[in-house]
């Protein structure tokens, strides 16, 4: 609530039951954008214009993935996924901007792990290590570190050869 008695802007309702749905063809404006914000927020190098995003985001939906998105009514966050023989794999998830710190992460986790995921398959999520608000997240959602991958970027191939 606000000075006034009024809740604040976006504040959870707690009557309000969180719903998902599969996306479609449809969703794709809406993907790209949040798939934006998602490489902006977690500092990726990648960039991709939005027409870029749509693109790959298509692909993907009509491949092997799947896109659900959550609304508490409006559409606050999403989800892209693959299941094959081995496990879930989570490739996004995305709660939007507006909607963060007020448990619509845990609600959208919880519907998957619970409503949509087989709970026999073994799920993985790759997070950038230096974005340490999503490693908390995942953490606290039951997430365990298992691997971790090195590279070396061929800007940085001069100093590695030096030793340096």
Known sequence: MNSAGKPAPHARDDRLVMTFRIATCQDLELLADWNRQLIEDERHRRKMTLSNLEER???????SYVAVIFSEPQDVAYA???????GVYLRQFLVGRDWRRRGVGTRAMNILRHEVWPGSKRLTV??????????????????????????????DRGEAEKGE
């Open 57 to 63: 985001m298509r692909g993907w939906i009509d491949g």
């Open 80 to 86: 892209l996924y693959r299941e094959d023989a081995e």
């Open 126 to 155: 790759d997070v950038l290590n230096h974005n340490l608000g999503a490693l908390g997240f995942w953490r606290a959602m039951g997430y365990r570190d298992y691997c971790l991958t090195l590279e070396i970027d061929p800007s």
